[in-house]
Structure formats: structure tokens, C-alpha cells
């Protein structure tokens, strides 16, 4: 392997036609092509792959280009602000600025829809190929995540609805009473340690301090521009090392998804 990560996984024959497939223990399939692959880790620690399970279509450039981007750098979150067309025929204005009190308090429409960022865990391992020149370059992906809508804006309503109303200002100062009288100085067993323990570890302890984590804002390039394009280009491998395989095809795919042979009862 070069300094820069990258190896060939291949041979250098360009193309061959007329080989069979059971040449290499796969089902009859005439092989028409045969390109070689390298292996680059340039971006292999910062290639994330981000879905948005909710576009059933294509993205285009620009479709989702976000009016502020930020991230949190410790847990990764990240959540962009997508600018909505207030002026289409098909928006609301009167509930967009019921809505829009999740996000100001001067009346503003609601204007925006944030997506945030759900890591997703693998369960398997992800690549990024890039096709250049009849070479196939590929790059490991470090995290997958999916960009869903955000609804935090309703919570903010409910709680200014509930603030206007005043239900909850004499349960709440009972609540601080309470827990005035009860506050004391103890020294925890190590029972009591092991449960602290068990409960900084849950969901709600991490939900916690990722709330408590500060934004940093991000800086979003979109697709064909020029810090877009010197970052893909840095998808393609410099350095043409050949990595030399000691596994036969077949001993490679059985390693994978298992034996191909029939169970034999």
C-alpha cells in the first residue's frame, strides 16, 4: 500500500471478451468486460453517506440547497434548513404563521424545514465507486446517516400555547418546592454508583448532553461547484500500487454471503 492508501485491485487488461464465467465458479454468464480496481483512502475517514428516505425521486443540483447548515461536532449530528416557497398557491399563510411560532416570535412565517441528521449502523461494509477512464475507484465510507424531517418547532408551539394559558404555573412552582425540601448530601453505595452508572449510559442521559452540545455552523457546497469538485476528485486513486490477491474468486464470494453449495438434508 502507497503512503497516499491507495492499491490496485485488479488486473491491467484493460478488456477481454469470451471468457466464461465458469472460468472463476460463477453461474454460466458471458463476462464482456474486465476493469481494474483501486482502493484509495483519502476521504475514507470523512466520507459520509447521507439518504433522505423521504424523496422518493432523484435530487437534483440545487433542489436541496440549504439556507444554514450547522453540526455538532462531538456527536455529529447535523441539521440543515431547507428554504419553503411561501408564495406558492399550494401554501398555507394562515397555518404557516401558527406554525412559524416555533421558530420566532415576531410573526414570522413558518418558512424553513430542517432535516437532521439519524446515524443508521452498518451492518455491513460501504463504498463510494467512482468510474474514470474504464478504471473503477473505490473509497470506503466511514458513516451512513438519513436526513429526516425535524418537528421540534411543534414542540416549541405547544410550549408557548401552554406558557399563554398559564395550566401548568401551579404544578410547576409545587414541583420546585418539593424539590427544595428533598435535597440533601449523601454518600452513594456502591450499589447507588452502579445505578448513576446505568443511568448516565441511557438514552435519555445521551439525549441529554447531545441537547447541551453548541451548533457549529457549516459551510454547504452543492454539487458541480469548485470546492465540490476538489473534493470528489480526491475520490480518484494517484498512485497505481497493485495489491496482489491470494484468494481464489470462489474462496472470496463463500467468505462473503457463505457456502454456494445446496444444503444436503
Given at each position: 500500500?502507497?503512503?497516499?492508501?491507495?492499491v490496485?485491485m485488479?488486473?491491467?487488461?484493460?478488456m477481454?471478451t469470451?471468457?466464461s464465467?465458469?472460468?472463476?465458479?460463477?453461474?454460466?454468464?458471458?463476462?464482456?468486460?474486465?476493469?481494474?480496481?483501486?482502493?484509495?483512502h483519502?476521504?475514507?475517514?470523512?466520507?459520509?453517506?447521507?439518504?433522505?428516505?423521504?424523496?422518493?425521486?432523484?435530487?437534483?443540483?440545487?433542489?436541496?440547497?440549504p439556507?444554514?447548515a450547522?453540526?455538532?461536532?462531538?456527536?455529529?449530528q447535523?441539521?440543515?434548513?431547507?428554504?419553503?416557497?411561501?408564495?406558492s398557491?399550494?401554501?398555507?399563510?394562515?397555518?404557516?404563521?401558527e406554525?412559524?411560532?416555533?421558530?420566532?416570535?415576531?410573526?414570522r412565517?413558518?418558512?424553513?424545514?430542517?432535516l437532521?441528521?439519524?446515524?443508521?449502523?452498518?451492518?455491513?461494509?460501504?463504498?463510494?465507486?467512482v468510474?474514470?477512464d474504464?478504471?473503477?475507484?473505490?473509497?470506503?465510507?466511514?458513516?451512513?446517516?438519513?436526513?429526516?424531517?425535524?418537528l421540534?418547532?411543534?414542540?416549541?408551539?405547544?410550549?408557548?400555547?401552554r406558557?399563554?394559558?398559564?395550566?401548568?404555573?401551579?404544578?410547576?412552582?409545587?414541583?420546585?418546592?418539593?424539590?427544595?425540601?428533598?435535597?440533601?448530601?449523601?454518600?452513594?453505595?456502591?450499589?447507588?454508583?452502579?445505578?448513576?452508572?446505568?443511568?448516565?449510559?441511557s438514552?435519555?442521559?445521551?439525549?441529554k448532553?447531545?441537547?447541551?452540545?453548541p451548533?457549529?455552523?457549516?459551510?454547504?457546497?452543492?454539487?458541480?461547484?469548485e470546492e465540490?469538485s476538489?473534493?470528489?476528485s480526491?475520490?480518484?486513486?494517484?498512485?497505481?500500487e497493485?495489491?496482489?490477491?491470494?484468494?481464489s474468486?470462489?474462496d472470496?464470494?463463500?467468505?462473503?454471503?457463505?457456502?454456494?453449495?445446496?444444503?444436503?438434508?
Amino acid at each position: 500500500m502507497s503512503d497516499s492508501g491507495d492499491v490496485k485491485m485488479g488486473s491491467e487488461t484493460d478488456m477481454t471478451t469470451g471468457e466464461s464465467a465458469a472460468d472463476y465458479g460463477l453461474p454460466e454468464d458471458e463476462i464482456v468486460a474486465k476493469i481494474p480496481v483501486y482502493l484509495t483512502h483519502k476521504l475514507a475517514k470523512n466520507l459520509h453517506l447521507m439518504q433522505y428516505p423521504q424523496n422518493t425521486n432523484s435530487i437534483k443540483p440545487g433542489e436541496l440547497l440549504p439556507s444554514v447548515a450547522r453540526i455538532k461536532p462531538i456527536h455529529g449530528q447535523i441539521e440543515l434548513d431547507i428554504p419553503l416557497d411561501v408564495q406558492s398557491a399550494m401554501y398555507n399563510k394562515e397555518r404557516g404563521r401558527e406554525l412559524g411560532m416555533g421558530i420566532s416570535d415576531t410573526g414570522r412565517l413558518l418558512d424553513i424545514r430542517t432535516l437532521v441528521s439519524v446515524d443508521i449502523p452498518k451492518s455491513c461494509s460501504y463504498l463510494a465507486g467512482v468510474v474514470q477512464d474504464g478504471e473503477l475507484h473505490l473509497t470506503p465510507i466511514e458513516k451512513l446517516t438519513q436526513l429526516r424531517p425535524s418537528l421540534k418547532y411543534l414542540d416549541r408551539v405547544a410550549e408557548k400555547q401552554r406558557a399563554a394559558s398559564k395550566i401548568d404555573d401551579d404544578e410547576e412552582e409545587e414541583e420546585k418546592e418539593v424539590k427544595a425540601q428533598t435535597i440533601q448530601v449523601t454518600v452513594r453505595s456502591a450499589e447507588a454508583e452502579e445505578a448513576l452508572r446505568q443511568q448516565q449510559n441511557s438514552i435519555a442521559y445521551i439525549q441529554k448532553r447531545l441537547e447541551e452540545e453548541p451548533w457549529s455552523k457549516l459551510q454547504y457546497y452543492d454539487v458541480g461547484s469548485e470546492e465540490s469538485s476538489s473534493v470528489s476528485s480526491k475520490l480518484i486513486a494517484s498512485n497505481r500500487e497493485e495489491l496482489t490477491c491470494k484468494t481464489s474468486p470462489s474462496d472470496y464470494l463463500t467468505s462473503i454471503i457463505g457456502s454456494m453449495e445446496p444444503d444436503v438434508l
